[in-house]
């Protein structure tokens, strides 16, 4: 387990990620970092939402609502714990741009994303089970409203800023500080797909699977699908949750309409449009779904900036009538196919898509 | 009592709303198996439809109800022509090419329909809300007051015509030809199809059908009840409809009557009950519908009325 | 003790009796057979077994422990496993997944050691596909191990339910229509495969079967069940000349069929 090679490719990663975390932070233009950071928090949410309903194949539309638990739970930590845990951080929660002021935040950061992880994952035991007694159609209106439940729940708590929001504690003047920085975001990145491609190419994985292929054969193999189905809602919530403390420390406000069923929409179309299962093809959609809006949005001038979400819309519906299977199909996308492929002159797209279960690769 | 009763008249208007919406979703669902997410925005269009055509009519607050009676039928039945127009050009366009797809697929673009109208209402009609005329009399001539209990005509007119619309209904599934192509179909596709129903024509008049109910339901919610006309009015009502025909059996036409009413009343005894100590229960309004949904669907999963056949093994 | 012992087992759906006071006692090593009309419960007592249904009345013990109304994964756990009349394989996994998935049931590596590929989980990893492997091997599917499930013909489809059933470890198999959809090429060789299994693995195999000719040639002892009732137990050649059970198939869609199968 904790071969050499291990020991070097991890701090190889968390080298390149810090490098880069300052190298982007300082070159990249204000609008250009901003989607960068959103886009990496979608990625984490999408590849979450993935596990679900891609792996499994629970229908599950109230994503956004664990991604509230956890941007809420974070956010109340650092802010409400910053008198007893926190002191050593600025009132204001502006740490500066610095590897000291990095350094400062990391305890609080890592406090924050481990918060609003478990109590995501603690909503989503409860969500995963009526899973348990709902199929399909059913479930997804059930976890759908669970995720507006949340949201009314959080309008009502004013501890938390009620409706208008949540950006600190205004009256001991404590705010919620700027802890995510490209390293947080892209280290959770890393996680996520790593996580979730441990598990695909698995034995247990493949039980993961059996239930999104036949759920009654799957029992009568021996798998205990409730243990599944469970399992893969407290993994999605929690790395929703992760994603949601991400959010709250990067725009260091949050509010409950940032989290409504609309946004729920949102990940469920990159799952879907990347390929469900294909944890390469969420990520890629992650992506393109966050950045291309951005991308019109400046690109665009002011008049055709109104036509911009008809647009998104319009294309998302001939993407499903042309592709319903997603962009890149259902399997993975590697790199080694598609250089591999440049030689033969083959049109990329389904032919790239790796079908077969990775080799087991054994360490 | 006088408290009981006012919330159960104002339920019974919401519910009535809901389930002129919660019929269409029902429908859909019984032949296609698709959440149509976006029979919420055509309520919305039929909102706008009925406010531009009382503009254009120059409709006025008149004296008696039968004069507005008389300038409301006209509005009511252009908006449904209108939406049933709609719904059928949704269905040939954007859902007919995914009959055999995945579920999810056809969920998604369904999703994609949904936010076309809503940001293309946004472009047409522009943000700000806009309000139906008052049509019908107002004042003392407008209400009834029986003891302490006062409902106005604008309660009364909506109720009842959403019964009759509903009744409407009721007779066309249950007693003409093409109502019973879609009990047919809704019962098994492919077994009607077998039998010489053409499902794609049932399918699209089931789509006219809901559309236009759903039109109907944005005029009247317009115009008697005077709420804000806004390109995202069917987003929240829309979802709330759909959770009522869901608690009420989901392909299941009764169902969805006796969901909306349910969801009607539900809301409007949480909105108006008082509140205790800290805890204001109507502040918690817009909860309550999937509070309802959870509970019913954990204790009868195929909802009040409906029976979910176990899967054959 | 026996394997298998069903005392009094009636399963009602609604009113419509389905399973009526079966009572059913296997040894191990038995080969076994259950035919009837269509709809005479032979499923559904498959079902009663596998857990999918609990039992209205009556006790079903698996080697002397009770399992009726235990989860179908837990049974499957303790050694019973099946194959389904109407296919039911993971199509979208590949043929070896399809048995890694159901080999993959004794192995407890748990998520934290699948995320974190511990060594113990590199070990089950390949124990468990070193196993898929020989079996595919035994029913001679292993050049087809990379192929979707959903691409394989009727019969290999079939065979990989059995190879399937087998990671399970079971101790007792129940065969749902094996043979159904097989030419008489096909059908003879499933017979020296399951003969082959039985004696093998120890197995005890209890099948379901309208075509005549598998269940003659293989069972060792047949029950022929009626409108949900055992009406004769017995021999091959006992049951095939008692006049109850001549008389049960005259009538019905089978009886054609199956006199048709006999004299072939």
Known sequence: MLSLRRILTVSATLGILLFLSFFLEQRLQAVAFRVVMLSGIAVVMAVSLNLINGFTGQFSIGHAGFQAVGAYAAAALTVYGHNRIFGNLPRSGQLPDTLQGFLLGAPAMICALLAGGLFAAVVGYVVGLPSLRLKGDYLAIVTLGFGEIIRVAVENTEAVGGPRGFTGNIREGIYIPNLTSFFWVYLMVVVVVVVSRNLRFSVQGLQYLSVREDEIAAQAMGVNTTRVKVNAFVLGAFFAGVAGALYAHFEQSVSPTSFGFVRSFDFVTMVVLGGLGSITGSVLAAVVLTALPEILRSSLGAEFNQYRLVAYALLLILLMLVRPQGIFGRGELRLDRLFGRKGGGGPAGRDNVEDQPAATELR | ?313 | MPVLSLQNVTKRFGGLVAVNNVSLTLEKGDLAGLIGPNGAGKTTIFNLLTGVYAPTEGSIQFNGQEISGRKPHQIARLGVCRTFQNIRLFPDLSVLDNVRTAASTHEQTGLIGTVLRTARFARAEGEVTAEAKRLLGLLNLNHLENEDARNLPYGDQRRLEIARALATRPELLLLDEPAAGMNPQESGDLMRLIRRLRDEFGLTILLIEHDMTVVMGVCEEITVLVYGQPIARGTPADIRNDPRVIEAYLGSEDSEAALETEAA
């Open chain 2, 1 to 313: 009592m006088q408290y009981f009763l006012q919330n159960v008249i104002n339920g019974v208007q919401l519910g009535s709303i809901y389930a002129l919406i919660a019929l269409g979703y029902t429908m859909v669902y019984g032949v296609l198996r698709l959440i149509n997410f976006a029979h919420g925005d055509v309520f919305m269009i039929g909102a706008y439809v009925g406010f531009y055509a009382a503009s254009a009519m120059k409709l006025q607050e008149q004296p008696t109800l039968g004069g507005a009676l008389l300038q409301l039928i006209p509005v009511l039945f252009l908006a449904m022509v209108a939406c049933a127009v709609l719904g059928l050009i949704i269905e040939r366009l954007a859902y007919k090419p995914l009959r055999k797809a995945p579920r999810l697929t056809a969920l998604i673009t369904a999703i994609g329909v949904s936010l076309f109208l809503e940001n293309g209402g946004q472009l047409l009609f522009g943000a700000d809300p806009k309000f139906f005329p008052s049509v019908t009399p107002q004042g003392p001539k407008g209400t009834i007051r029986i003891g302490e209990l006062i409902i106005s005509v604008d309660q009364l007119v909506l109720v009842i015509a959403a019964a009759l619309l509903m009744a409407v209904l009721w007779y066309i599934v249950s007693r003409t030809r093409i109502g019973k192509a879609m009990r047919a179909v809704s019962h098994d596709a492919d077994a009607a199809a077998l039998m010489g129903i053409n499902t794609d024509n049932v399918i699209s008049f089931t789509f006219g059908l809901g559309a236009a109910l759903a039109g109907a339901g944005g005029v009247l919610f317009a115009s008697l009840t005077y709420a804000k006309i806004l390109p995202l009015l069917g987003v929240t009502m829309g979802l709330k409809a759909f959770v009522a025909a869901v608690v009420g059996g989901i392909g299941s036409i009764p169902g969805a009557m006796l969901g909306g009413l349910l969801m009607g009343l539900a809301e409007s005894f949480v909105k108006g009950a008082p509140a205790i100590g800290p805890f204001e229960p109507s502040r918690w309004t817009d909860a309550v519908a999937f509070v309802l949904l959870i509970v019913v669907l954990l204790v009868r999963p195929a909802g009040l009325i409906g029976n979910a056949a176990p899967e054959k093994v």
